[in-house]
């Protein structure tokens, strides 16, 4: 039974820089296995030193408490909007929950999630801090997707998500499947013949995949925004992503061996690399035990402690194994390309012994990439990379805040007046530019 803790501290272990120095203990039972000294690795970072005031007070405001525990249709009608709740199935059988801001009529916008996050991510932090309200107050027909794994869509028509079937996809079958799907059920609700769409971190990724495997779905778009925009992740400083890249062949083993199918914070893997990168110097236990954080970092400044237990009850949402195993595999690559199977398997799937890499070349419908200096996933240099390769990139920010992060994009404090209001003028823009009608 010392057997899983054992290997679990041994990759860890190997994880740490010689020069490296934190605290770091594991405990299996009542037994204290290991109680060892190492410095925060180098690769977290900027550090967040031990001042900070983010903090999950006991003494929670109600409705706040509320807030973390309401689903997003819930949230949405809590505040005086109409919520609506669609339910799309993919031609491979999963069972996926469209929420909506419904403003019959008008143009609809598509709002696609990140890494283990969920349509809440667009409300979560209530009216004139979200920006699914701000777009509905601009006139605009709001749809919020969630992709295959997450909180909302964990059905299928023939598997049950305690099967390890169910979770046998990444972010590929996403933007193939998911995506697709989602864009002809809306575009057919709404009888319009293009839709606006917003994609964060993977729902970037899944735009691209889109458009490189279902070009004829760029005709459906009448511009695409991408915050964070990820693809390349050459340059990537997240220490989970480059934690699954340096340890691509153990980490597949150690995942299997403690029976890890979905890729959840609540088990003994992801309980010994919390303890590995974060210490007492660096961040606040709420914040370090929070995989969504660890993966993606934070900017103090720009989270709204207040809203924190809302945060952590809507956060992590849920994504497969496979599908973070895919990232590390984009890490160490420095290809942007399908999942790397092995020489064997690739060979069977693919004919070739190496993935095929996506075809951006393809993706040729308007788009405007938004980034920052201080994202862990997104770092400036890859996505440079990425706007080399895409067709018709109309538009490109770097954001004017030089600690703006991963997150900052969809819950920062200051997020409109940084980004949003300047994103909403490019959409009026391109609707203006746009020779195709739009309306109904």
């Not at 979200?130 to 909302?152: F, I």
């Not at 924190?308 to 497969?320: Q, R």
């Not at 993935?355 to 993706?363: D, H, I, R």
């Not at 405007?368 to 862990?376: F, G, I, K, T, V």
Request: charged share 20%.
């Amino acid at each position: 039974m010392l057997l899983k803790p054992f290997v679990l501290f041994v990759v860890c272990l190997c994880l740490a820089p010689p020069e490296s120095q934190a605290d770091l203990s594991f405990i299996f039972g009542n037994i204290s296995l290991f109680n060892l000294n190492f410095k925060t690795p180098k690769l977290l970072g900027r550090s967040i030193t031990v001042n900070s005031n983010v903090k999950i007070d006991s003494d929670v405001d109600p409705n706040i408490q509320e807030d973390s525990h309401l689903s997003t249709y819930n949230l949405i009608k809590k505040y005086g909007y109409p919520a609506e709740n669609h339910s799309v199935t993919t031609d491979d059988g999963y069972i996926l929950t469209l929420h909506r801001i419904a403003r019959h009529g008008a143009t609809p916008v598509l709002l696609v999630h990140g890494l283990l996050d969920s349509s809440a991510t667009w409300v979560m932090m209530g009216p004139n801090k979200g920006l699914g309200y701000l777009l509905y107050e601009q006139g605009y027909d709001v749809w919020m997707a969630n992709v295959r794994g997450n909180t909302y869509s964990r059905k299928h028509v023939r598997y049950t998500h305690s099967q390890a079937k169910y979770w046998d996809f990444t972010f590929h079958e996403m933007g193939v499947y998911d995506i697709p799907k989602t864009i002809d059920y809306i575009l057919d609700t709404t009888s319009f013949k293009q839709l606006h769409y917003i994609g964060h971190s993977q729902g970037t990724v899944v735009f691209w995949i889109m458009g490189s495997e279902k070009p004829e779905y760029m005709d459906k778009i009448l511009f695409m925004q991408a915050l964070a925009p990820v693809a390349y992740l050459k340059h990537c400083k997240s220490p989970v992503v480059n934690f699954l890249a340096e340890f691509h062949t153990s980490v597949s083993f150690v995942l299997r061996l403690i029976g890890v199918h979905e890729f959840l914070p609540k088990n003994e893997f992801i309980v010994m690399f919390n303890q590995l990168i974060c210490d007492e110097t660096t961040i606040t236990k709420e914040i370090c035990s929070n995989v969504i954080f660890l993966t993606t970092g934070f900017d103090k400044l720009q989270l709204n402690e207040t809203m924190l237990p809302v945060v952590v009850g809507h956060a992590p949402a849920g994504a497969s194994t496979k599908q973070m195993q895919h990232f590390g595999q984009v890490r160490r690559s420095g290809e942007f390309r399908q999942f790397d199977y092995g020489w064997l398997r690739n060979h069977w799937r693919y004919n070739n012994i190496t993935p095929p890499a996506y075809k951006l070349e393809n993706v040729k419908a308007k788009v405007a990439l938004y980034y920052s200096q201080n994202d862990w996933l997104a770092q400036p240099a890859d996505v440079q990379s990425l706007r080399r390769r895409l067709p018709n990139v109309v538009h490109h920010y770097l954001v004017d805040y030089p600690e703006f992060n991963h997150l900052d994009f969809i819950w920062g404090v200051d997020a409109r007046e940084l980004l949003w209001d300047s994103m909403l003028k490019q959409m009026r823009a391109n609707e203006i530019d746009n020779n195709i009608d739009t309306t109904n």
